[in-house]
């Protein structure tokens, strides 16, 4: 192919206010132009993508920490437009499937997030965090497919408005006891909550098949909620002296219980259309292991 030059940037201010040595604010805001991927760029017979364009994202955030010998808090709030995120889906057009390109997919995310520490006695610390957000794609998109001689031969239109954005919990929730029995040893049991994880929605499943009435069959149908899950893992440490040299002994296990659980799913993956786990193609979780380490500074 011809070459292709396409810049992106980024642009970022921030500011930060400290109303005490304890108490802090701070505000960001950012705009990026990123480059798209390959796949956006070059159809897979080789030809460009004329109409490509760049990723488009705006965002900003507010936070607020507190701090003092005994107990820490962290707290932010985000919001963030994401435009022109392309992608590809394949549909059926006259018996054949046909690849279409398409462009100007958007979403917005939102939520809150929270973080604290608290040292509740010299051998006991308890650390946790919150995070909630809303996710959901919010834009009507369109696609274009071609013919065997790469030239355009249609446009089609998508609407996934108010579908959940899938591959990762909406909602989340960490517990950790740091506990130290005796000098220089931690024991560390930490509880993770995850919810309101959806499975990668197909923009194939909320094509517009009506263009004057902006009808489609499966349009503000919601793509599967993956049954929510949780893992304990068990951290513990020591360190001690061989002569000047410190070393440092870890060891960790994750999913403890042995739990079973889903982490990713692409809605309709199986080619049907029950919006459920019975047409899902899905991804588990990782059962128990364990991992040691052994550090040494000099």
Do not use: C
């Amino acid at each position: 192919t011809e070459w292709v030059v396409r810049p992106g940037y980024t642009v970022k201010a921030g500011m930060n206010y400290n109303f005490t040595k304890r108490q802090n604010a701070f505000f960001n805001v950012g705009y990026f132009s990123r480059v798209p991927y390959f796949t956006a760029l070059v159809r897979a017979d080789n030809t460009l993508v004329r109409d490509s364009r760049n990723e488009e994202l705006f965002s900003v955030e507010m936070g607020y920490s507190y701090r003092s010998p005994s107990f820490t808090i962290n707290g932010n709030v985000y919001y963030t437009e994401w435009f022109n995120k392309p992608t590809s889906a394949t549909i059926t057009i006259d018996g054949e499937p046909v690849l279409v390109n398409i462009a100007n997919m958007g979403a917005r995310h939102m939520g809150l997030e929270v973080d604290f520490a608290w040292k509740a006695h010299k051998i006991l610390t308890v650390e946790g965090m919150a995070s909630w957000g809303d996710w959901q794609w919010n834009r009507v998109a369109r696609g274009e497919f071609f013919n065997l001689n790469g030239e355009a031969a249609g446009e089609i239109i998508f609407d996934p408005t108010g579908v959940k954005v899938g591959d990762a919990a909406q909602h989340s929730y960490a517990l950790s006891l740091r506990f130290m029995p005796i000098k220089r040893l931690y024991l560390m049991p930490e509880i993770n909550l995850f919810t309101h994880n959806y499975a990668d929605f197909r923009p194939e499943d909320y094509q517009v098949t009506d263009l004057e009435t902006g009808y489609g069959p499966n349009l503000g149908r919601q793509a599967w909620r993956m049954p929510d899950y949780y893992f304990i893992n068990l951290h513990a440490g020591y360190h001690f002296y061989i002569g000047k040299v410190r070393m440092d002994a870890r060891g960790n296990i994750l999913n403890l219980t042995d739990g079973f659980y889903l982490t990713d799913a692409s809605n309709n993956g199986l080619g049907g259309s029950t919006y459920n786990a019975s047409s899902a193609t899905v991804y588990a979780g990782l059962g128990t292991r364990w991992m040691f380490s052994l550090m040494a500074t000099f």
